[in-house]
Protein backbone atom coordinates (compact mmCIF):
# COMPACT_ATOMS: atom_id res chain seq x y z
CA UNK A 1 0.00 0.00 0.00
CA UNK A 2 2.34 2.17 1.32
CA UNK A 3 4.21 4.58 -1.70
CA UNK A 4 1.35 3.44 -3.93
CA UNK A 5 -0.07 6.65 -5.76
CA UNK A 6 -3.70 6.25 -4.22
CA UNK A 7 -1.66 6.19 -1.15
CA UNK A 8 0.41 9.55 -1.79
CA UNK A 9 -2.05 10.91 -2.69
CA UNK A 10 -4.72 9.75 0.16
CA UNK A 11 -2.25 11.00 2.78
CA UNK A 12 -0.76 14.10 0.62
CA UNK A 13 -1.36 16.28 3.42
CA UNK A 14 0.09 14.16 6.34
CA UNK A 15 2.97 13.27 4.29
CA UNK A 16 3.81 17.37 3.88
CA UNK A 17 3.55 18.15 7.22
CA UNK A 18 7.68 17.89 8.54
CA UNK A 19 6.12 15.53 11.56
CA UNK A 20 4.77 13.24 9.91
CA UNK A 21 6.06 12.88 6.72
CA UNK A 22 5.67 9.67 4.63
CA UNK A 23 7.26 7.59 7.54
CA UNK A 24 4.91 8.94 10.17
CA UNK A 25 1.79 8.39 8.15
CA UNK A 26 3.41 4.53 7.80
CA UNK A 27 2.97 4.33 11.68
CA UNK A 28 -0.13 5.69 11.73
CA UNK A 29 -0.69 2.83 9.04
CA UNK A 30 0.74 0.35 10.92
CA UNK A 31 -0.99 1.43 14.19
CA UNK A 32 -3.99 -0.36 15.94
CA UNK A 33 -6.19 1.66 17.95
CA UNK A 34 -9.34 0.48 20.28
CA UNK A 35 -12.26 2.96 20.66
CA UNK A 36 -14.31 2.26 23.64
CA UNK A 37 -17.62 3.73 23.17
CA UNK A 38 -19.29 4.20 19.53
CA UNK A 39 -21.43 7.26 20.50
CA UNK A 40 -20.98 11.04 20.98
CA UNK A 41 -16.57 11.02 21.63
CA UNK A 42 -16.25 7.74 19.63
CA UNK A 43 -18.08 9.00 16.39
CA UNK A 44 -15.77 12.09 15.79
CA UNK A 45 -12.65 10.04 17.40
CA UNK A 46 -13.19 6.88 14.83
CA UNK A 47 -14.07 9.12 11.61
CA UNK A 48 -11.09 11.18 11.89
CA UNK A 49 -8.70 7.80 12.88
CA UNK A 50 -10.17 6.26 9.65
CA UNK A 51 -9.84 9.02 7.75
CA UNK A 52 -5.99 9.28 9.20
CA UNK A 53 -5.27 5.57 7.88
CA UNK A 54 -5.29 4.03 11.28
CA UNK A 55 -3.98 0.45 10.10
CA UNK A 56 -6.49 -1.17 12.54
CA UNK A 57 -9.58 0.25 14.40
CA UNK A 58 -11.05 -1.60 16.99
CA UNK A 59 -14.66 -0.61 17.71
CA UNK A 60 -16.61 -1.27 21.24
CA UNK A 61 -20.49 -0.94 22.28
CA UNK A 62 -23.04 -2.81 23.33
CA UNK A 63 -26.10 -0.44 22.36
CA UNK A 64 -28.11 0.00 19.22
CA UNK A 65 -28.95 3.44 17.08
CA UNK A 66 -31.83 4.99 19.17
CA UNK A 67 -33.11 8.37 17.57
CA UNK A 68 -32.10 10.76 20.58
CA UNK A 69 -28.64 9.58 19.94
CA UNK A 70 -28.46 11.51 16.38
CA UNK A 71 -28.13 14.63 17.85
CA UNK A 72 -24.71 14.30 18.80
CA UNK A 73 -23.70 10.46 17.27
CA UNK A 74 -22.43 11.44 14.42
CA UNK A 75 -21.43 8.31 12.73
CA UNK A 76 -24.73 7.18 13.12
CA UNK A 77 -28.11 8.16 10.81
CA UNK A 78 -31.42 7.73 10.88
CA UNK A 79 -31.08 4.68 8.43
CA UNK A 80 -29.44 2.93 11.12
CA UNK A 81 -32.01 2.87 14.11
CA UNK A 82 -32.33 0.06 16.05
CA UNK A 83 -29.16 -1.30 14.44
CA UNK A 84 -25.84 -2.16 16.64
CA UNK A 85 -23.65 0.72 16.82
CA UNK A 86 -20.91 -1.38 16.20
CA UNK A 87 -22.06 -2.57 13.07
CA UNK A 88 -23.78 0.93 11.78
CA UNK A 89 -19.86 2.84 12.48
CA UNK A 90 -18.19 0.31 11.13
CA UNK A 91 -20.20 0.66 7.74
CA UNK A 92 -19.08 4.35 8.28
CA UNK A 93 -15.66 3.52 8.77
CA UNK A 94 -14.96 1.29 5.84
CA UNK A 95 -16.82 3.57 3.63
CA UNK A 96 -14.67 6.18 4.60
CA UNK A 97 -11.29 4.30 4.17
CA UNK A 98 -11.98 1.05 2.73
CA UNK A 99 -7.91 0.36 3.40
CA UNK A 100 -8.12 -0.16 7.05
CA UNK A 101 -9.52 -2.90 9.16
CA UNK A 102 -12.39 -2.32 10.98
CA UNK A 103 -13.06 -4.59 14.01
CA UNK A 104 -16.56 -4.16 15.87
CA UNK A 105 -17.04 -5.84 19.19
CA UNK A 106 -20.80 -5.59 20.25
CA UNK A 107 -19.95 -6.42 24.05
CA UNK A 108 -20.13 -4.68 27.07
CA UNK A 109 -16.66 -4.34 28.39
CA UNK A 110 -16.13 -5.79 32.06
CA UNK A 111 -13.45 -6.98 34.51
CA UNK A 112 -13.69 -10.80 32.35
CA UNK A 113 -13.03 -9.26 29.23
CA UNK A 114 -11.47 -6.09 28.91
CA UNK A 115 -7.28 -7.13 29.13
CA UNK A 116 -8.18 -9.52 26.84
CA UNK A 117 -9.58 -6.57 24.24
CA UNK A 118 -6.98 -3.91 25.22
CA UNK A 119 -3.97 -6.37 24.84
CA UNK A 120 -3.33 -6.23 21.15
CA UNK A 121 -3.78 -2.69 20.88
CA UNK A 122 -1.19 0.28 20.73
CA UNK A 123 -3.42 2.85 22.25
CA UNK A 124 -6.95 3.60 23.96
CA UNK A 125 -9.57 5.48 23.37
CA UNK A 126 -12.00 6.50 26.34
CA UNK A 127 -15.61 7.34 24.56
CA UNK A 128 -17.43 5.91 27.39
CA UNK A 129 -20.66 7.11 29.30
CA UNK A 130 -20.41 5.88 32.57
CA UNK A 131 -18.51 5.67 35.81
CA UNK A 132 -17.78 2.21 36.01
CA UNK A 133 -16.49 1.56 32.61
CA UNK A 134 -13.99 4.36 32.67
CA UNK A 135 -12.86 3.09 36.03
CA UNK A 136 -12.51 -0.16 34.48
CA UNK A 137 -10.85 0.96 31.09
CA UNK A 138 -8.44 3.24 33.65
CA UNK A 139 -7.37 0.37 35.40
CA UNK A 140 -6.93 -1.89 32.73
CA UNK A 141 -4.51 0.72 30.58
CA UNK A 142 -2.49 0.96 34.28
CA UNK A 143 -2.15 -2.73 34.45
CA UNK A 144 -1.83 -3.31 31.04
CA UNK A 145 0.86 -0.11 30.47
CA UNK A 146 -1.24 1.20 27.54
CA UNK A 147 -1.36 4.94 26.54
CA UNK A 148 -5.01 6.15 26.99
CA UNK A 149 -7.04 9.21 26.04
CA UNK A 150 -9.65 9.95 28.53
CA UNK A 151 -12.72 12.09 27.45
CA UNK A 152 -15.79 12.83 28.90
CA UNK A 153 -18.87 15.53 28.29
CA UNK A 154 -21.76 16.86 29.95
CA UNK A 155 -24.18 19.94 29.40
CA UNK A 156 -21.97 22.45 27.63
CA UNK A 157 -18.79 21.22 29.29
CA UNK A 158 -15.74 18.44 28.81
CA UNK A 159 -12.39 17.43 29.40
CA UNK A 160 -9.85 15.64 27.93
CA UNK A 161 -6.82 14.05 29.17
CA UNK A 162 -4.23 11.62 28.40
CA UNK A 163 -2.87 9.10 30.53
CA UNK A 164 0.74 7.76 29.82
CA UNK A 165 0.64 4.80 32.38
CA UNK A 166 3.68 5.18 35.08
CA UNK A 167 5.38 7.96 33.54
CA UNK A 168 2.24 10.34 34.07
CA UNK A 169 -1.03 10.43 36.23
CA UNK A 170 -3.77 8.24 35.86
CA UNK A 171 -7.59 9.16 35.97
CA UNK A 172 -7.51 7.87 39.54
CA UNK A 173 -4.86 10.08 40.22
CA UNK A 174 -7.46 12.56 40.08
CA UNK A 175 -10.68 11.08 41.18
CA UNK A 176 -9.79 7.90 43.26
CA UNK A 177 -13.19 6.64 42.93
CA UNK A 178 -16.59 6.90 41.16
CA UNK A 179 -18.88 8.98 42.75
CA UNK A 180 -21.86 7.17 44.33
CA UNK A 181 -24.56 6.03 41.91
CA UNK A 182 -27.01 8.48 41.77
CA UNK A 183 -25.23 11.57 42.42
CA UNK A 184 -23.85 12.54 39.04
CA UNK A 185 -26.77 12.84 36.91
CA UNK A 186 -25.85 11.58 33.44
CA UNK A 187 -26.80 12.59 29.73
CA UNK A 188 -30.19 11.83 29.34
CA UNK A 189 -30.70 13.61 32.78
CA UNK A 190 -28.86 16.98 32.25
CA UNK A 191 -28.51 17.03 28.60
CA UNK A 192 -25.76 17.67 26.32
CA UNK A 193 -25.30 20.13 23.59
CA UNK A 194 -24.44 18.05 20.72
CA UNK A 195 -21.44 19.85 19.10
CA UNK A 196 -18.98 19.55 22.25
CA UNK A 197 -18.87 15.68 21.37
CA UNK A 198 -17.29 17.13 18.30
CA UNK A 199 -14.81 19.46 20.25
CA UNK A 200 -13.79 16.62 22.96
CA UNK A 201 -13.75 14.14 20.69
CA UNK A 202 -11.46 15.49 18.12
CA UNK A 203 -8.99 16.72 20.43
CA UNK A 204 -8.74 12.50 21.63
CA UNK A 205 -8.31 12.10 18.27
CA UNK A 206 -5.46 14.07 17.61
CA UNK A 207 -3.67 12.83 20.96
CA UNK A 208 -3.96 9.49 19.47
CA UNK A 209 -2.28 10.46 16.57
CA UNK A 210 0.73 12.59 18.53
CA UNK A 211 0.88 9.20 20.46
CA UNK A 212 1.65 7.14 17.65
CA UNK A 213 3.58 9.99 15.84
CA UNK A 214 5.93 10.89 18.88
CA UNK A 215 5.44 14.29 18.19
CA UNK A 216 4.37 16.87 20.11
CA UNK A 217 3.38 17.38 24.03
CA UNK A 218 0.53 15.45 24.90
CA UNK A 219 -2.61 16.59 27.29
CA UNK A 220 -0.29 13.64 30.20
CA UNK A 221 -0.31 15.64 33.24
CA UNK A 222 -2.92 18.42 32.14
CA UNK A 223 -6.61 18.26 32.00
CA UNK A 224 -8.35 20.33 29.65
CA UNK A 225 -11.02 21.57 30.68
CA UNK A 226 -13.60 22.66 28.18
CA UNK A 227 -16.30 25.18 28.90
CA UNK A 228 -18.05 26.01 25.38
CA UNK A 229 -20.71 28.34 26.75
CA UNK A 230 -17.87 30.89 27.30
CA UNK A 231 -15.58 29.03 24.97
CA UNK A 232 -12.88 29.22 27.66
CA UNK A 233 -10.42 26.42 27.36
CA UNK A 234 -8.52 25.67 30.85
CA UNK A 235 -5.59 23.75 31.77
CA UNK A 236 -5.30 21.71 35.44
CA UNK A 237 -1.82 20.72 35.58
CA UNK A 238 -1.97 17.32 37.47
CA UNK A 239 0.83 15.17 38.94
CA UNK A 240 1.12 11.67 39.32
CA UNK A 241 -0.56 11.06 43.39
CA UNK A 242 1.83 9.06 45.39
CA UNK A 243 -1.30 7.90 46.95
CA UNK A 244 -3.20 7.05 43.21
CA UNK A 245 -5.09 3.73 44.94
CA UNK A 246 -3.74 2.33 41.39
CA UNK A 247 -0.60 3.96 40.60
CA UNK A 248 0.61 4.66 43.74
CA UNK A 249 3.37 3.93 45.75
CA UNK A 250 1.63 1.13 47.66
CA UNK A 251 -1.07 0.43 45.62
CA UNK A 252 -4.64 -0.71 47.02
CA UNK A 253 -5.82 -2.05 43.59
CA UNK A 254 -4.19 -4.74 42.41
CA UNK A 255 -7.30 -6.31 40.28
CA UNK A 256 -10.11 -4.78 37.92
CA UNK A 257 -13.35 -3.84 39.98
CA UNK A 258 -16.77 -3.81 38.45
CA UNK A 259 -18.65 -1.12 40.21
CA UNK A 260 -22.39 -1.22 39.89
CA UNK A 261 -23.84 -0.01 36.98
CA UNK A 262 -26.74 2.43 37.16
CA UNK A 263 -28.10 4.84 34.36
CA UNK B 1 25.54 17.70 -17.44
CA UNK B 2 28.03 16.14 -14.75
CA UNK B 3 29.18 19.18 -12.46
CA UNK B 4 26.26 17.19 -9.98
CA UNK B 5 26.52 13.52 -9.84
CA UNK B 6 23.51 12.29 -8.95
CA UNK B 7 22.41 9.20 -6.79
CA UNK B 8 18.74 9.19 -7.92
CA UNK B 9 16.35 11.17 -10.18
CA UNK B 10 12.67 11.18 -10.30
CA UNK B 11 10.22 12.55 -13.65
CA UNK B 12 7.47 14.78 -11.89
CA UNK B 13 6.78 16.26 -15.41
CA UNK B 14 3.16 16.17 -15.70
CA UNK B 15 2.62 15.62 -11.99
CA UNK B 16 0.33 18.15 -10.17
CA UNK B 17 0.92 20.57 -6.91
CA UNK B 18 1.29 19.42 -4.16
CA UNK B 19 1.67 15.18 -4.93
CA UNK B 20 4.68 16.42 -7.08
CA UNK B 21 6.12 17.86 -3.64
CA UNK B 22 4.68 14.72 -1.88
CA UNK B 23 6.56 12.35 -4.20
CA UNK B 24 9.89 14.39 -3.80
CA UNK B 25 9.72 14.20 0.00
CA UNK B 26 8.79 10.48 -0.26
CA UNK B 27 11.96 10.17 -2.35
CA UNK B 28 14.30 12.24 -0.30
CA UNK B 29 13.34 10.37 2.89
CA UNK B 30 14.72 7.01 1.49
CA UNK B 31 17.79 8.41 0.85
CA UNK B 32 20.83 9.00 2.46
CA UNK B 33 22.21 12.82 4.10
CA UNK B 34 24.17 14.46 1.52
CA UNK B 35 22.80 12.07 -1.80
CA UNK B 36 21.50 14.02 -4.08
CA UNK B 37 18.40 14.14 -6.13
CA UNK B 38 17.69 15.42 -9.63
CA UNK B 39 13.98 16.43 -9.92
CA UNK B 40 12.20 16.75 -13.51
CA UNK B 41 9.93 19.54 -13.15
CA UNK B 42 6.99 21.41 -15.12
CA UNK B 43 7.34 25.09 -15.72
CA UNK B 44 4.78 27.61 -13.58
CA UNK B 45 3.22 26.82 -10.23
CA UNK B 46 5.53 23.60 -9.93
CA UNK B 47 8.89 25.09 -10.29
CA UNK B 48 7.58 28.18 -8.21
CA UNK B 49 6.50 25.78 -4.92
CA UNK B 50 8.56 22.57 -5.02
CA UNK B 51 12.42 24.36 -4.24
CA UNK B 52 10.36 26.25 -1.85
CA UNK B 53 8.64 23.71 0.07
CA UNK B 54 11.94 21.62 -0.22
CA UNK B 55 14.22 24.56 1.17
CA UNK B 56 11.53 24.51 3.85
CA UNK B 57 12.17 20.95 4.75
CA UNK B 58 15.80 21.90 5.47
CA UNK B 59 17.00 20.62 2.11
CA UNK B 60 20.11 22.18 -0.12
CA UNK B 61 18.94 23.28 -3.72
CA UNK B 62 22.13 22.88 -5.42
CA UNK B 63 20.83 24.15 -9.27
CA UNK B 64 18.16 25.21 -11.09
CA UNK B 65 17.91 24.30 -14.53
CA UNK B 66 16.05 25.28 -17.50
CA UNK B 67 15.86 23.04 -20.02
CA UNK B 68 15.15 23.49 -23.97
CA UNK B 69 11.86 22.33 -23.36
CA UNK B 70 10.63 24.88 -21.07
CA UNK B 71 11.25 22.82 -18.22
CA UNK B 72 12.87 22.37 -15.29
CA UNK B 73 15.64 20.45 -13.85
CA UNK B 74 16.22 20.58 -10.04
CA UNK B 75 19.38 19.05 -8.45
CA UNK B 76 18.69 18.66 -4.21
CA UNK B 77 21.25 17.98 -1.54
CA UNK B 78 19.57 15.96 1.06
CA UNK B 79 20.48 17.57 4.72
CA UNK B 80 18.86 15.90 7.64
Not at chain 1, 47 to 53: D, N, R, S, T, V
Not at chain 1, 109 to 137: A, C, E, H, Q, W
Not at chain 2, 27 to 44: A, T
Request: aromatic share 6%; proline share 6%; net charge negative.
Amino acid sequence: MSNSEKWIERYSRHIILPEVGGKGQEKLNDSKVLVIGAGGLGSPVALYLAAAGIGTLGIVDNDVVDLSNLQRQIIHAEKDLNRKKTDSAAEKLTALNPDIEVKPYQMMVDSSNIMDLIKDYDVIVDGTDNFPTRFLVNDACVFAGKPLVHGAILRFDGQAFTIMPKEGPCYRCIFEQPPPPGTVPNCSQAGILGAIAGIIGTIQATEVLKIILEQGKTLMGRLLVVDALDMSFREVKIRRNDACPICGENPSITELIDYEWVC
Amino acid sequence: MSEFPVDDSIDLRGVLCPINFVKTKLKLEEMDDGDHLEVFLDEGEPISNVPRSVKDEGHQVLKVIKETDGNYRLIIKKSG
